[in-house]
C-alpha cells in the first residue's frame, strides 16, 4: 500500500481549503491521505461563519483507529480549532516518535475569518513546534507566534523554541511582483524560491502546499527535495485555480 500521511485537519464545504485540499495534494504527491477531523466549519470562498470543533477524545479515537492498519509514515496538521486538540495531537506525537510531522500552524482562514482563539492556540502551537519535522507559517503566522516583526528574527525565534525547520511563505509579503519562499534547516537558510505572484487570492493555497510536502516526505523525500516538488507543483495548481461564481477567492484545480 502506498506511503500514508495522517492529516489532522478541518471540513471546508467549498472544498478550497482544510481536508479536501489535503486529501487531494496528498493523493497527487503520490501518497494516501488519512484524516482525523478536527472540526467543522460553516464556510464559502468569501468568508467563515463558524465552526464547531471535534472532542480531544473523538479526536484521538479517529487516529488511533488508521494507526492499526495504515502504513503511516507523516503527520500533517493544519486547523486544530482548540487548544484541547493540539494537546491531544502533541500526545498523539508523543507516543509515535518514528512519524514524521508537517506543521501548518493556522490561525485564520485566508479569507480573514477565525479558526479559534488566535492568543490560546498561539500559545498551545509551542508544545508542537519542536515535534516537527518541518513548519510552514506564512508571514502572519510567523509573528503571531513569535511576537516579533522581522522575518529573519521571527525565523530564529522559531528555532529557539525547538524548531527543525521552518519554510516561511512570503505570499502576504508587500511584493507586487513575486512571492519569496525561503526555507530554512536548524536556522540557516538552504533554499530560496522565488515565483511571480499570480492574480487574485487563493482559498487553500496553504494547506496544499504543507500538504504536498507531508506526501512527498512519506516517500522519501528530504525536506528540500519536497519543498520544492510541491512549490512546482502548487504553482501549477494555482494557475489553473477556478474563481468561484461570485467575486470570492479562487479555488485551487488540484487535479
Ligand atoms: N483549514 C481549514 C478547515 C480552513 O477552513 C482553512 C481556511 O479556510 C485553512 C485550514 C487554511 O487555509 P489556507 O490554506 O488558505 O491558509
Redesign the pocket.
Known sequence: MRSTVLCF????PSGG??LQ?DIEAIGQSGAHAAIACT?L?I?NSQQ?FGFEATSKELLLAQANAVVKDLPIRCVKS??LGTTDNISALAQFLGEHPDYLYVLDP?LV???GGS?GDQATLVQAFKSLIPLATVITPNTIELRALTGLNDIHEATQALFQMGAQAVLVKGGHEDTPDHILNTLYVHGEIVSETRCPRLDGEF??????LASFIAGRLAQGDQIKQAVHHAETWLFGVLENAETPVVNGQKIPKRF
Open positions: 485537519s478541518g471540513l471546508d481549503a482544510g485540499a472540526a466549519t464556510q467563515v493544519g486547523m493556522v482562514a485566508n479569507s479558526l482559498h487553500g493555497s496553504g494547506c496544499s
